[in-house]
């Protein structure tokens, strides 16, 4: 069973930085697509960014030029490194997984709150 473990949210000023880890433990599979969503308080749930087997990424509008996403194979790990943050990127934080980068996630974590001030 596949479980993932989301840290690192924390609450910062605006223009700050967070860098949000997740690890992945369970079953081992080929050609899995990880990355973070979002949900807002009475907001939709967003993708933020997703990055597959080959490295291979992709950001909301909203966050590109700010957010990267990054892999780590030896620890199963995937991070999301947020600079410049505003208000708007207040939300919890969640880390999945997906068969494929293009499909919804099926398996989430349990989230991690980022918080921004002005």
């Known amino acids: 069973q596949v479980q993932l473990a989301e840290s690192g949210g924390a609450s910062v000023q605006s223009g700050g930085s967070l860098r949000l880890s997740c690890k992945y433990s369970g079953p081992v599979y080929s050609n899995l697509c990880m990355g973070w969503y979002r949900q807002a308080p009475g907001k939709e749930r967003e993708r933020v960014a997703t990055i597959d087997d080959g490295g291979s990424t992709t950001y909301a509008d909203s966050v590109k030029g700010r957010f990267t996403i990054s892999q780590e194979y030896v620890k199963n790990s995937i991070y999301l490194q947020m600079d410049d943050l505003t208000p708007d990127d207040t939300a919890m934080y969640y880390c999945?997984?997906?068969?494929?980068?293009?499909?919804?996630?099926?398996?989430w974590g349990q989230g991690t709150q980022v918080t921004v001030s002005s």
């Open positions: 999945v997984t997906m068969r494929v980068c293009q499909l919804p996630p099926n398996v």
